[in-house]
């Protein structure tokens, strides 16, 4: 019989008013959803926390977000504080570790509805760059909430190009201090979250300057509001930045910094320093900078972006077995849309994307947990790799989960558009992502700057690192595949990639060596030829990604069923991608006109295997139904019934006499009265 989670237990869910149509499709599932759902929380134990944390969240009034669609921004962000506010009382009270995965499980269960986000930042730059005296000082503080901090690097006038930031720090050997200011106004910090009303303290990111010599830039923790009755320090302009696209409930703000002056021992000196006769020290890389960005970009992809994506195709994909929508065939009672192959091509690559991501997320949290180990004992040599890669997947990822939400949203049609649909407020904040923690076009051509670095030492015999070793492979030529089912072959598939991938970093480094020769002074060749290297690095990243779900689906070896339908998900995935590029797989003949005809019949084959397991592959991801906040992607189905009733929480349905009303019924006065009226308005 079909099992489903109830509230952090399992119950027979013939038990539950289910809708047919939904419950028809958990009947017929491939593999154990139970099972699938343990792997993606990597065990069993993870499983039950979670659910456990989710039981919590449910039974308390506090967390309740069913009105959120109603409230203002000021609402939003009240509600918000108080959540995270009792979030850290219920992480007392249950004996919690700070550090331990409960509060990440509240913020899943909660999609990110709370206060504070960017003090763990705060701490994550504290831990990453200020000395061991400096950690033992402000860590226990921050851990304790006695302050709360932001991160503060972006400028009005400058955000991703750190070398172009504008506020100062300057040291003065007789008072031992640092003098910050922000010199006008492109250099007002903007944008950095909990900045508006929340922080007490910010690390702030500033260009120092020792005996009017410029060292670049530099991280210096601030107050900037008192501790009594938080009010802005003395020389402090500090604020909101108003309504934003997304995130209501994050007090955005702008700082300004007139004349601050704090001690020398407030600049983060793990590696470099500042001694008392104005000496500069420097120790490991000019990127230690970076790193703290690094670590937010992969915390974020893998409990803030991905989710978002997950519980899209969630909604999108449990509406469409319940909405019916004309005939399939004639004659028949109307279809569930998700039985029209145009769905199916809409929701399934976005649900195969989002398990490509999981499993890269994964990779991508060791890989950094293995470089931040290795940069803790002095070995910088995985910075610049972890950075490039870091960068390109942040832009390729966000992209794609925004891309794949808002298709998510198209195609529940009308009801999609509603804000009670959860949809719209998924897309925004994906949207978001996009631009936030590095803007994505420069991120790729950080990358891409790296791989060609990597290109000119695989041409001269040098060692690369892992990521870029494929470029130093063998081509075969032309691909190998002679019939439809080559195409289902990871070989087959994982070698397009890596053909395309290196072909146009070879085009891009091939024009730019060029353009130099021929006597353009670099910066002016690196510009003309940006956009085929930012095409480059979108290659090598997708290569990157599906690379990683073959080898994520081989170590699944020991779960059979699970291991055949992840494979028809890495398929999927992969020839979507050939399908949605063909001209750069068709470009050199390296796939022919006919084989690309194959192509397309494996992937369009595949979207009807799929589709049979659709639903029970968005149950392995367990969102509650609190947790999405959907009126159309409930676990039940009563899709109608629950629009109907949310909307009878609209504010506008609870107000007798509205405004509106006033004014037509004046409009339908005669004009004598309506012109003794206005009058009567004017003694008012």
């Not at 010599?213 to 802005?232: A, E, M, N, T, W």
């Not at 077995?321 to 690559?349: C, F, H, M, N, W």
């Not at 950094?368 to 995985?382: E, M, P, R, V």
């Not at 063998?474 to 397009?496: H, N, R």
């Amino acid at each position: 019989m079909a099992q489903t989670r109830m509230h952090g237990y399992f119950r027979s869910s013939s038990s539950r008013d289910v809708n047919p149509d939904l419950e028809a499709e958990r009947k017929t599932a491939s593999f154990s959803v139970e099972r699938l759902t343990t792997i993606l929380d990597g065990g069993a134990e993870n499983t039950k926390t979670r659910r456990a944390v989710d039981a919590i969240i449910h039974s308390d009034p506090v967390f309740n977000r069913e009105n959120q669609y109603f409230q203002t921004q000021n609402e939003r962000y009240e509600a918000a504080v108080k959540r995270a506010v009792h979030v850290q009382e219920k992480i007392h009270q249950m004996g919690w570790s700070e550090n331990g995965p409960e509060i990440q499980y509240f913020n899943r269960a909660l999609a990110g509805e709370l206060a504070f986000p960017i003090h763990l930042v705060f701490k994550n730059s504290i831990l990453a760059l200020g000395t061991d005296e400096q950690i033992a000082k402000w860590i226990p503080l921050a851990d304790q909430y006695r302050i709360i901090g932001t991160y503060a690097q972006t400028e009005l006038g400058h955000g991703t190009f750190l070398r172009g930031l504008e506020t100062t720090a300057t040291f003065h050997v007789s008072t031992q201090e640092f003098t910050l200011n922000t010199p006008k106004i492109s250099a007002m910090k903007w944008w950095p979250g909990g900045l508006g009303r929340t922080a007490s303290h910010a690390v702030i990111f500033a260009q120092l300057y020792v005996k009017e010599k410029c060292y670049g830039i530099h991280p210096f923790l601030v107050q900037i509001r008192s501790l009594r009755d938080h009010s802005p320090a003395p020389g402090v302009i500090v604020g909101d930045i108003g309504p934003k696209m997304s995130f209501e409930h994050i007090d955005n703000g702008y700082l300004m910094l007139q004349n601050i002056n704090i001690p020398r021992e407030n600049m983060l000196s793990r590696y470099s320093q500042v001694l008392p006769d104005g000496t500069y020290v420097k120790q490991g890389s000019d990127k230690m900078n970076y790193f703290t960005m690094i670590m937010t970009r992969v915390d974020i992809l893998s409990r803030e972006v991905l989710p978002n994506l997950l519980r899209a195709c969630t909604i999108a994909i449990r509406y469409s077995v319940v909405r019916r929508q004309s005939e399939l065939k004639p004659g028949d009672p109307e279809a569930k849309i998700l039985d029209y192959q145009t769905q199916q091509q809409k929701l399934l690559p976005p649900l195969a994307t989002g398990y490509a991501i999981h499993f890269l997320s994964v990779y991508l949290d060791e890989f950094c947990s293995k470089g931040h180990t290795a940069i803790k004992q002095g070995n910088f040599d995985l910075l610049p790799e972890l950075h490039a890669l870091t960068s390109g997947l942040k832009a390729i990822i966000t992209e794609d989960c925004a891309a794949g939400a808002e298709v998510c949203r198209r195609a529940c049609g009308g009801h999609g558009y509603s804000a009670l649909s959860g949809l719209p407020f998924l897309y925004t904040k994906l949207a978001a992502s996009c631009t936030y923690e590095g803007e994505n076009t420069v991120l790729l051509l950080q990358t891409a700057r790296f791989l060609v670095k990597c290109f000119g030492a695989v041409l001269s015999g040098q060692p690369v690192p892992a990521s870029v070793v494929y470029l130093s492979a063998v081509d075969s030529g032309k691909c190998q595949a002679w019939t439809k089912m080559d195409f289902l072959k990871p070989d087959i598939y994982a070698e397009a990639y890596r053909h395309r991938a290196t072909r146009l970093l070879r085009n891009a480094a091939s024009k730019l060596q060029a353009l130099v020769q021929s006597g353009a002074e670099e910066y002016e060749a690196w510009n003309r030829c940006t956009v085929q290297l930012v095409q480059a690095a979108k290659a090598h990243c997708q290569y990157i990604i599906v690379k990683n779900f073959i080898d994520a689906v081989e170590q699944l070896r020991n779960e059979a069923e699970i291991q055949k339908i992840m494979k028809h998900l890495c398929d999927l995935f992969a020839l979507h991608g050939i399908f949605s590029n063909t001209g750069d797989f068709l470009h050199d003949g390296y796939i022919s006109g006919d084989q690309m005809d194959m192509a397309t019949a494996s992937y369009l084959h595949l979207l009807a295997v799929i589709r049979n397991d659709a639903v029970p592959l968005v149950d392995a991801f367990d969102f509650s139904d609190e947790s999405l906040n959907s009126a159309l992607g409930s676990y039940d189905g009563h899709v109608y019934q629950r629009l109907y009733e949310w909307a009878q929480k609209s504010p506008t349905n609870q107000q007798v006499r509205t405004t509106g009303y006033t004014l037509l019924a004046r409009a339908h006065q005669p004009r004598d009265t309506l012109l003794c009226c206005t009058a009567l308005k004017a003694e008012e």
